[in-house]
């Protein structure tokens, strides 16, 4: 990922499980559209707001925990991007029953093309779109192409 003035590279790790995927998805996906670091700046909160992205947890939430997020302002409060949060956990729940964790989901992904890949993705989650795509698969250590190619 090019350095480019005002931008701060993201961090690239692995995550050790599928909370740790979610959680960088999550935050891809919030800092679409603002600024990164006010989303970085806000990261604590947003880690004791959504339990610590407790997959199981999150995906458990109804109406009052909407409220709840809504209503705090240690976050960034996008209705959009929190109820598509708790959408999202649902489907790491339902790729943790069919491929057994989010990166043997990734490994079965592997033998495509990065744009396949990338609208697979963006088809599975919400707000997840390709910008936001991109962002999630460097911050995880997925191979990806040049900024300028993708």
Do not use: H
């Amino acid at each position: 990922m090019p350095q480019r003035p005002g931008f701060e590279i993201p961090p690239r790790i692995t995550p050790t499980d599928d909370d740790g995927y979610f959680e960088q998805m999550t935050k891809a996906i919030f800092q679409a559209g603002f600024s990164w670091q006010v989303v970085n700046d806000k990261w604590p909160n947003f880690r004791q707001a959504f339990d610590g992205f407790d997959v199981d947890r999150v995906a458990a939430y109804g109406p009052e925990d909407v409220d709840r997020l809504l209503s705090d302002p240690g976050i960034v409060r996008n209705g959009r991007k929190i109820e598509a949060t708790i959408a999202n956990a649902i489907q790491f729940q339902a790729i943790r029953r069919e491929f057994g964790s989010f990166a043997g989901y990734l490994r079965s992904l592997d033998g495509l093309p990065y744009r396949e890949r990338q609208k697979t993705l963006s088809r599975r989650f919400k707000n997840l779109g390709r910008t936001g795509t991109f962002v999630f698969l460097w911050c995880v250590n997925e191979e990806v192409p040049d900024w300028e190619d993708r």
